[in-house]
């Protein structure tokens, strides 16, 4: 479905025609380690559709992130201090008991390339599965930022590469401090 917001026109793909967007809070899941210009690109986009929005920040022991759980949801934090309506919170769970938890009634996700898209329709068909009540919502990628991720991010940080175009300033500073300054 294509909505309008001013003269801009967002691509929202949903599975169920029945949402009333409008009305609805919607859960952002992710690791954001560290959160990029490419989530927040998503962020702002979904904040002019939905009135609430939660920011989920994952604590998967699984996955070695460079920043612990506090330090992610404090730069999130950061950069959507602006933006009204919107919280952020810290998970552990599975992602659809966490919607639930903050009653949330959708997933909302972005979707930079094909690959994610595939990713994302296996990952809300499961999530469907184990609460259909909750719907998954897509959000495209501004072009600029199709091919961020916070690993490459990460990696031209380390190398001493020029990271300002894909983080806000403090959170850039802080990622520098991670490495040691090149000789
Ligand atoms: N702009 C920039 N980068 C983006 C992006 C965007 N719009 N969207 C995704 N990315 C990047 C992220 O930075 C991340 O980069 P990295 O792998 O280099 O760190 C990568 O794409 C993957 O992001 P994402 O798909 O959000 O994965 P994630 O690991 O950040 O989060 C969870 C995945 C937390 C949502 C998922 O693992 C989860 O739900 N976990 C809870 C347990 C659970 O319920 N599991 C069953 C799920 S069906």
Redesign the pocket.
């Known amino acids: 479905m294509t909505t309008y917001i001013g003269n801009h026109a967002y691509t929202i793909i949903s599975f169920n025609h029945n949402i009333q967007h409008q009305y609805m809070t919607f859960l952002y ?5 560290p959160i ?4 927040y ?2 962020i702002q986009k979904a904040s002019q559709c939905f009135p609430h929005i939660t920011i ?1 920040v ?1 604590n ?1 022991p699984k ?1 070695k992130t460079c920043f612990t759980l506090k330090e992610r949801m404090e730069f999130v934090q950061l950069a959507v201090k602006h933006l009204k309506h919107i919280q952020v919170i810290g ?1 552990s ?6 919607a639930m938890e903050y009653q949330a009634q959708g997933i909302l ?4 390339t094909m690959s ?1 898209f595939e ?1 994302e329709m ?2 809300a068909n ?2 469907r599965q ?1 609460n259909p009540k909750i719907e998954s919502i897509l959000f495209m ?1 501004s072009p600029q ?1 199709t091919g ?5 991010v ?1 990696e031209i940080a380390s190398l001493g590469g020029d990271i300002s175009h894909f983080l806000l300033p403090e959170i850039a500073s802080a990622l520098i401090k991670k490495w040691p300054i090149q000789p």
């Open positions: 899941p992710g690791t954001f380690d990029t210009k490419g989530h690109d998503i989920a994952a998967n996955k998970f769970n599975l992602l659809i008991d966490c996700r972005g979707i930079r994610d990713y296996q990952m499961i999530n184990l990628s930022y961020i991720s916070s690993s490459l990460k």
